[in-house]
């Protein structure tokens, strides 16, 4: 499976993946998917979101456990974060069948659409769709960088756009969902263990920072006469780092989009994009309100007109604790529990039904970039783990 999936969308320059949501490359992760599910006999289905489902039992009964996660990527990201979840879960069926288990309850592996949110903006579409955390008016109005909307690409995929909306019915039928993910960080490497315990993922949100000033000539403008956004960005850049900094807590403006964006134009527009997650509300909002604030004073201070726009955001999700216990049970007890910054569809459907995840050690924490990396030896105790969880939620 592993072997099939992993030359999907992947750029032979930098060796990352490029499976953007609704794209030729997302077809293809569809395509595997659906081929995956067939061949192990399970009822195929796509939901009005455009997520996709593999069921073993009747999908109408109810009471489900669930499995998956995603296989769309940031730009340039590694081969497991998403995948990981999505094989593994197939893999952990065939381990099941390997034992001849019983299923007292439905299960259905999932691939939920667009969780990275690196073509439209916003994370988890497939998911906050599902679960009424996006407004189909808002779903609407998404573009990307070339001015195409959600609906448009939809369509161009083959997948109408005319259905998406709330899914109430369906994720009520969820008795418990399992992601499973590779880590983002290096807590499991620290502490010795191929697999642990998700407890909490930090409040995050992403802002986009639109400075205006006035295009004009490179060789030619005295630096008095500049109305110059790139000084205003940079500075935010800047204390954007401080703030987080001083509050223990987590900034980065990883993406950038300069008018004109040529070498001997000083800028009309720059568009900034910051990512920013703490570990409480209170914390998250202290960090804001400060790169805020300085990014209108240096805007003040430049000439600068500024706009800043939450384009993305999900609160703190604490993970079900007798959900999360009784994994800590089925896997022996001594299995770490740990919070993570990186987001997740299990953190968006938590607030529709119970949901848990397990995670698989990253020896060098490394994520969303080619390098990001886990051992095979730790893929499969996180298979088996999987096993041992839906075995004990699903099997008589
Ligand atoms: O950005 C995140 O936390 C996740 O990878 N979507
Ligand atoms: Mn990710
Ligand atoms: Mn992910």
Same mark, same amino acid.
């Given at each position: 499976m592993w072997r099939d999936l992993l030359?999907? /969308? =992947?750029? =032979?320059?930098?060796?990352?993946?490029?499976? @953007? %949501?609704? #794209?030729a490359a997302d077809t293809d992760c569809r395509a595997w998917f659906k081929a995956q599910a067939e061949a192990r006999g399970l009822s195929f289905e796509l939901d009005r979101n455009g997520n996709q489902w593999a069921w073993l039992?009747?999908? *109408?009964? /109810?009471?489900a456990v669930v499995t998956g996660s995603h296989l769309d990527s940031v730009p340039?990201?590694?081969? @497991?974060?998403g995948p990981l979840g999505v094989v593994s879960s197939f893999a952990a069926l065939d381990e099941l069948r390997r034992r001849g288990a019983e299923f007292a309850r439905p299960l259905a592996i999932t691939n939920f659409g667009?969780?990275?949110? %690196? =073509? @439209? /903006? *916003?994370?988890c579409v497939g998911s906050r769709l599902a679960a009424g955390q996006l407004t189909v008016d808002k779903a609407h109005e998404l573009r990307d960088?070339?001015?195409?909307s959600l609906p448009e690409a939809m369509e161009r995929a083959g997948?109408?756009?005319? #259905?998406? /909306?709330?899914?109430p019915e369906r994720l009520a039928r969820i008795g418990a969902f399992v992601e499973l993910h590779v880590e983002q960080g290096r807590a499991l490497d620290l502490s010795g263990d191929p697999v642990g315990i998700a407890s909490a993922i930090w409040p995050h949100g992403r802002w986009r920072f639109d400075f205006h000033g006035e295009a004009n000539h490179a060789g030619t403008t005295s630096l008095e006469d500049r109305r110059d956004p790139m000084l205003s960005y940079a500075a935010t850049v800047l204390a954007a780092r401080q703030q987080a900094r001083l509050a223990g807590a987590l900034a980065t403006f990883g993406k950038i989009a300069v008018e004109?964006?040529?070498?001997?134009a000083i800028p009309s527009l720059v568009r900034g994009w910051l990512d920013s997650r703490a570990a409480d509300q209170g914390t998250l909002d202290t960090v804001i309100a400060g790169i805020e604030a300085a990014a209108h004073e240096h805007a003040d201070r430049d000439g600068i007109d500024l706009s800043i726009t939450r384009e993305s955001f999900t609160p703190v999700v604490e993970f079900q604790h007798a959900l999360r216990d009784e994994l800590a049970k089925l896997l022996g007890g001594a299995i770490p529990v740990l919070g993570t910054g990186a987001g997740h569809d299990a953190g968006i459907l938590s607030a529709s039904a119970p949901t848990a995840m397990l995670f698989v050690r990253?020896? #060098?924490?490394?994520?969303?970039?080619? %390098?990001e990396y886990a051992a095979e030896d730790d893929c499969v105790a996180g298979v088996v783990a999987l096993a041992d969880v839906l075995e004990g939620l699903a099997c008589r």
């Open positions: 030359p999907i /969308g =992947r750029h =032979r320059g930098s060796g990352g993946y490029r499976r @953007f %949501a609704w #794209t039992g009747d999908p *109408l009964a /109810g009471d340039d990201g590694g081969a @497991f974060d667009d969780e990275e949110g %690196a =073509r @439209f /903006g *916003l994370a960088a070339d001015g195409v997948q109408d756009p005319g #259905t998406i /909306g709330p899914d004109p964006n040529g070498v001997n990253n020896p #060098t924490g490394i994520s969303h970039s080619p %390098a």
